[in-house]
T-cell receptor, first 113, second 112 residues
Framework: NAGVMQNPRHLVRRRGQEARLRCSPM?????VYWYRQLPEEGLKFMVY????????ESGMPKERFSAEFPKEGPSILRIQQVVRGDSAAYFC???????????FGPGTRLTVL | GESVGLHLPTLSVQEGDNSIINCAYS??????FIWYKQESGKGPQFIID?????DKRQGQRVTVLLNKTVKHLSLQIAATQPGDSAVYFC???????????FGKGTLLTVNP
């Protein structure tokens, strides 16, 4: 069984560009979560999605950040007009139903120059 | 503020020794806790969990202890191996059943 997949693994953007991060959940999982990790810190919740629905986006900045989980295809975390402070590791997790054990992907490391 | 936090940012042990990583949580309503291991460049990996109706849970070489009175939990790793070197996080679900809250993590270094 393939685990949670994320791509790209590393992404470099210049200030003002857009970043698109993709997450394919584990097979059979319909719940997706995005977390951000700054250097030497724990992961911070950003958003929780189910197919075609955003359930909770309370951890995501209201400007420049958006997330979707379409009926077909991966979940996308989109960051517009990136700034240096967006540099971080972004992790996606999935679960088969609500909660509890969330399986994490390898992360996308975003560097903003 | 964060629901969970760790006492020590780093822990260095000799191979074969036992390791103990501690964690404090603040939300007395939290009823489910998870320990994750994160190796360099990888995502968090589930190690062991415990519910608040338990004081202790054992896995393979790992034991989690929960003290609800002082809101403290610990992860014990027996016969620590070099492959155990990683950052260890405790996490819980304060206030929701899906929003994992992580502490900062403890870096465990195992010396051969």
């Amino acid at each position: 069984n393939a685990g949670v997949m994320q791509n790209p693994r590393h992404l470099v953007r210049r200030r003002g560009q857009e970043a698109r991060l993709r997450c394919s959940p584990m097979k059979g999982h319909s719940h997706v979560y995005w977390y951000r990790q700054l250097p030497e810190e724990g992961l911070k919740f950003m958003v929780y999605l189910q197919k075609e629905n955003i359930i909770d986006e309370s951890g995501m900045p209201k400007e420049r950040f958006s997330a979707e989980f379409p009926k077909e295809g991966p979940s996308i975390l989109r960051i517009q007009q990136v700034v240096r402070g967006d540099s971080a590791a972004y992790f996606c997790a999935s679960s088969p139903a609500t909660v509890e054990e969330q399986f994490f992907g390898p992360g996308t490391r975003l560097t903003v120059l | 503020g964060e629901s969970v936090g760790l006492h020590l940012p780093t822990l260095s042990v000799q191979e074969g020794d036992n390791s103990i990583i501690n964690c404090a949580y603040s939300n007395s309503a939290s009823d489910y806790f998870i320990w994750y291991k994160q190796e360099s460049g990888k995502g968090p990996q589930f190690i062991i969990d415990i519910r608040s109706n338990m004081d202790k849970r054992q896995g393979q070489r790992v034991t989690v202890l929960l003290n609800k009175t002082v809101k403290h939990l610990s992860l014990q790793i027996a016969a620590t191996q070099p492959g155990d070197s990683a950052v260890y996080f405790c996490a819980d679900f304060p206030g929701s059943n899906y929003k994992l809250t992580f502490g900062k993590g403890t870096l465990l270094t195992v010396n051969p």
